[in-house]
């Protein structure tokens, strides 16, 4: 007989999103991504980080009002680091991110064809670009929901 107690398919991707989220340096906010498609395969992984070849020990991790001395201008978010590490098409596949995307992720993820997110966290919920992002994927008809908070023991 088959064991019961096998996780969901959710819990598993949003389980690599979480452990994707830890390769981030980025010491206030950890972000990772999982991209899924149609035949539950993995076809996309990413976590929020400098672009390739920017030094992350001479740009700073700082939040602030100071935009050129903060990360803001710097950092590549986990949805387009999971979006530009995917090598196939991407139309009709399922987004697992660890925090609700921004307004320019959401665009992203609408171009590139996705055509569900699965979030775990919305602490952004009332900001403007978040408030975007949601228009936008209303309107090009994005799924999106919120899992439950999740403990996953690793090691």
Request: include cysteine.
């Given at each position: 007989?088959?064991?019961?107690?096998?996780?969901?398919?959710?819990?598993?991707?949003?389980?690599?999103?979480?452990?994707?989220?830890?390769?981030?340096?980025?010491?206030?906010?950890?972000?990772?991504?999982?991209?899924?498609?149609?035949?539950?395969?993995?076809?996309?992984?990413?976590?929020?980080?400098?672009?390739?070849?920017?030094?992350?020990?001479?740009?700073?991790?700082?939040?602030?009002?100071?935009?050129?001395?903060?990360?803001?201008?710097?950092?590549?978010?986990a949805e387009p680091n999971a979006i530009l590490?995917?090598?196939?098409?991407?139309?009709?596949?399922?987004?697992?991110?660890?925090?609700?995307?921004?307004?320019?992720?959401?665009?992203?993820?609408?171009?590139?064809?996705?055509?569900?997110?699965?979030?775990?966290?919305?602490?952004?919920?009332?900001?403007?670009?978040?408030?975007?992002?949601?228009?936008?994927?209303?309107?090009?008809?994005?799924?999106?929901?919120?899992?439950?908070?999740?403990?996953?023991?690793?090691?």
């Amino acid at each position: 007989m088959k064991r019961n107690d096998y996780i969901s398919w959710d819990k598993y991707f949003m389980g690599v999103a979480l452990l994707s989220a830890m390769r981030s340096k980025d010491p206030s906010t950890q972000v990772g991504a999982c991209i899924v498609n149609d035949k539950k395969r993995i076809v996309g992984i990413g976590y929020n980080g400098f672009p390739y070849g920017v030094e992350d020990d001479t740009f700073p991790w700082e939040n602030g009002d100071d935009f050129l001395n903060s990360k803001y201008p710097y950092v590549v978010h986990a949805e387009p680091n999971a979006i530009l590490n995917s090598t196939v098409s991407l139309d009709n596949s399922t987004l697992y991110v660890t925090l609700f995307p921004c307004n320019e992720c959401a665009k992203l993820i609408i171009q590139s064809g996705i055509k569900e997110v699965v979030f775990l966290e919305d602490k952004y919920h009332d900001e403007l670009a978040f408030v975007a992002s949601r228009k936008m994927f209303d309107s090009a008809k994005i799924k999106y929901r919120q899992m439950e908070m999740m403990s996953i023991q690793l090691g």
